[in-house]
């Protein structure tokens, strides 16, 4: 696992030696402070010969991970996927999606979460479903990010209650939380049909609710599918096609895929 450095009164070439030792995130911090996350193959003993200082002048923390522990940087920043704008919940930024820095999955930072955004603004912007449920939604971030882009109303479910806390926090501090609804359980628990059913969930997750969840795509609706290592694509997709969905597309980023595919009735 990763491990956090923190340096006070670095030296200007420290930046670029933690680089080339394969720092996977590096800050500046006040009084010509630096901050660091370097990879458990570099020891601690090895940074500090590089920057010749001793061990005793660094401060040696565990890392703390975003997206559940899967994205490692050291702290929230602006990002921005496709049109949206996802900022820390602090900042001023009109018309951007705010989230807070949580444990539930969903910074955008992930592959598989921006995969899920650049599909959902994709859906939109050819025609606006007037819903979409959110399965497995962690943050929040696609169903509020969809709310954002229009779309009149979601419900988000998760069986996490931390994550449907979170989630609910995130929607007042963007204003929406009127429009949003949040259910405890998988979609079993959910009635009704939705023109735009959205999974960012693991693999062995999204092929065991693979009926429960086509049961809840409308006519014509559409699915997207993520969270989907690109070894098991072809597993997952034919869970999907079996039960009656199309293949639309897909998309791929470091060795992620998302699949969007569409009801045949």
């Not at 962690?138 to 990010?145: H, Q, T």
């Not at 996490?160 to 204003?175: G, H, K, M, Q, Y």
Request: hydrophobic share 50%; proline share 6%; with cysteine.
């Amino acid at each position: 696992m990763p491990y956090r450095v923190d340096l006070r009164k670095v030296g200007d070439a420290a930046l670029d030696r933690l680089v080339e030792l394969g720092a996977l995130d590096v800050e500046l911090s006040g009084q010509g402070g630096l901050a660091a996350l370097m990879p458990d193959s570099v020891a601690p003993e090895h940074v500090s010969g590089a920057l010749g200082i001793n061990v005793e002048d660094m401060s040696v923390t565990p890392a703390v991970g975003r997206d559940a522990g899967s994205v490692w940087v050291l702290s929230p920043r602006p990002i921005s996927i496709g049109r949206l704008r996802i900022v820390p919940a602090h900042t001023e930024a009109p018309d951007a999606l705010k989230l807070l820095d949580g444990a539930a999955f969903g910074t955008g930072l992930h592959p598989t979460t921006a995969l899920c955004l650049e599909a959902l603004e994709e859906i939109v912007g050819i025609a606006r479903p007037d819903a979409v449920l959110d399965v497995g939604t962690g943050s929040g971030v696609l169903a509020l990010a969809a709310l954002m882009m229009g779309v009149p109303r979601a419900l988000a479910i998760d069986i996490d209650d931390e994550a449907l806390r979170v989630a609910s926090e995130n929607a007042r501090i963007n204003a929406i939380d009127d429009r949003l609804q949040l259910m405890c359980g998988g979609p079993e628990v959910v009635t009704g049909m939705w023109p735009l059913v959205l999974a960012n969930v693991l693999p062995g997750a999204l092929i065991e609710m693979a009926p429960a969840l086509v049961r809840r795509v409308g006519h014509r609706g559409q699915l997207v599918l993520s969270g989907i290592p690109s070894s098991v694509d072809r597993d997952v997709d034919q869970a999907y096609q079996r039960l009656g969905m199309r293949r639309v597309r897909a998309t791929s980023r470091t060795g992620w895929i998302a699949l969007v595919m569409q009801a045949s009735w």
